[in-house]
Structures are given as structure tokens and as C-alpha cells.
């Protein structure tokens, strides 16, 4: 059971956060690292225990009953054109290079797992390979998810409205650009930047991402297709 389950959820009427001490059901006090304090108000509906590398994790989910305003439309807007050679491309001419989390340490993982196979399965020296093999990946996820929300707070001061592109990432992830895209973990990157833009009183909305390099912005007209050389859009009916 300790080795198969990664993560569970504990769903109690009421959970006693005493000090640096938690109560969950049917278990006694557990001490944990707390990050923050709960804010005054707020209840706590759920505990999701989790397993990872470094230890185990409790995250709190806590409710509050009042109504939150959903942002609107105003000030400056930003459309966001994400890709493999750039991670994004803004329509004010930032551009993001794609950041390389995984292959800064692809070298060391892979050191370990060639050492890995030459190890008895379940022995204490695969057990230490594997825990090595992992805290460098979780060690990875750490870091991009860090860069992902600081990015998203970059661009949320620099604008009003953010528009994005309505992407299957999942479909990008088996495509002949797999690795360069789980790497950048761009699905997860439009869902922190959705919820900084919330709190950051941001109007974001995704568009439909069929024609939006064919259809001119100006006026309307379909362009038609144009090769991946082709940079700058000339639209023949307005001038654009």
C-alpha cells in the first residue's frame, strides 16, 4: 500500500490545524511543515495527502462563501502565439525562448538509469538509484512550474486582456515535438496563467485557433495559407 498509492483524499466536517500539528480521521495528530497560515475565515473542506520524491505533501483546500468578481474586459490587450522554437510570442514583439528544465539534467538521469538497470530489482541500491532519479525529476517539475507563474505575473502587469490560442496540448505532447513540449509543459503554463490573471484582475480568454494566420484581423479577408518562411501577414484587400 505505501509503495502503490502516490497521493489520497480526506474528506472530514472538520479538520483541527493545531500549531505546526494537524488532525486527520482516523489517524492521530501529524506534525507538518506549514507554509502559510490559513487565513482567518476560512474552513477547510478537503486534505489531499501526497507522495513525492523529497516526502510527503499535504495540500489544504479551504472554502469561503463570497462571490468573486470575474474580470472584464479593459485596458491594454495581449495575444499570446505559443510554439516549439519559442515557448511564446506576444502580440507587443516579446519573445520567449524555449526554456530547457529537462535537458539540463537529461545527462545525469540517464547516467543513473544505465546504473539502474545494472542493479537488482528491489535491492536497497535500486531503491536509492530510483529515489536519486527521481528527486531530480520532481527537482525539474519544481523549477518549471516556478518559472511558469513567474512568466505569468510578467505578463498579466503588462496588460488587461489576454487572449490565447484554444490548444490540445495533450495532442502537441505525441506529436514529432514531444519532448521539446512536455519539457516546456506549455498546457500547464495556460492554466497558471488563467489563474494569475484572475487574481490579478486580468480579463483572459481563449480563441479558436483555425485560420487565426490566414484571416486578416483588420478586415476579415481569408489570405489564404502561407509557408512557415513567410513571417509579416500583407493583406492584398486592406493594405494590413
Known amino acids: 500500500f505505501k509503495k502503490r498509492m502516490k497521493s489520497f483524499n480526506l474528506l472530514a466536517k472538520k479538520f483541527e490545524v493545531n500549531g505546526n500539528k494537524i488532525k486527520l480521521p482516523l489517524l492521530k495528530e501529524v506534525r507538518f511543515v506549514k507554509s502559510r497560515e490559513i487565513p482567518e475565515g476560512f474552513k477547510i473542506k ?40 519559442s515557448m511564446l510570442a ?17 545527462r545525469k538521469i540517464k547516467l543513473l538509469q544505465r546504473k539502474l538497470r545494472n542493479k537488482e530489482r ?8 530510483q529515489k536519486r532519479i527521481a528527486l531530480l525529476h520532481e527537482k525539474v517539475a519544481n523549477k518549471r512550474k ?18 490565447v490560442e484554444d490548444i490540445d496540448f495533450t495532442a502537441w505532447s505525441k506529436g514529432m515535438f514531444s519532448k521539446q513540449s512536455l519539457d516546456m509543459g506549455l ?3 495556460i492554466t497558471i496563467l488563467e489563474y494569475v490573471c484572475s487574481r490579478t484582475d486580468t480579463y483572459f480568454a481563449k480563441v479558436n485557433k483555425d485560420y ?13 495559407k ?5 513571417r509579416l501577414h500583407v493583406c492584398p484587400e486592406c493594405g494590413s
Open 90 to 106: 506576444t502580440s507587443d514583439g516579446l519573445t520567449i525562448k524555449r526554456p530547457k528544465f529537462l535537458d539540463n539534467v537529461l
Open 122 to 129: 528491489g535491492s536497497n541500491k535500486s531503491l536509492k538509484l
Open 46 to 85: 478537503q486534505v489531499q495527502i501526497v507522495k513525492k520524491a523529497s516526502g510527503y505533501y499535504a495540500n489544504l483546500a479551504l472554502e469561503l462563501d463570497i462571490d468573486l468578481p470575474t474580470p472584464q474586459p479593459h485596458g491594454h490587450a495581449i495575444g499570446i502565439d505559443v510554439g516549439i522554437k
Open 146 to 163: 516556478d518559472y511558469h507563474f513567474k512568466l505569468a505575473h510578467q505578463l498579466c502587469s503588462q496588460a488587461g486582456m489576454i487572449f
Open 226 to 230: 502561407k509557408d512557415l518562411s513567410q
Open 212 to 224: 487565426t494566420s490566414q484571416v486578416c484581423p483588420h478586415c476579415g479577408v481569408n489570405t489564404g
Open 187 to 189: 498546457g500547464q503554463f
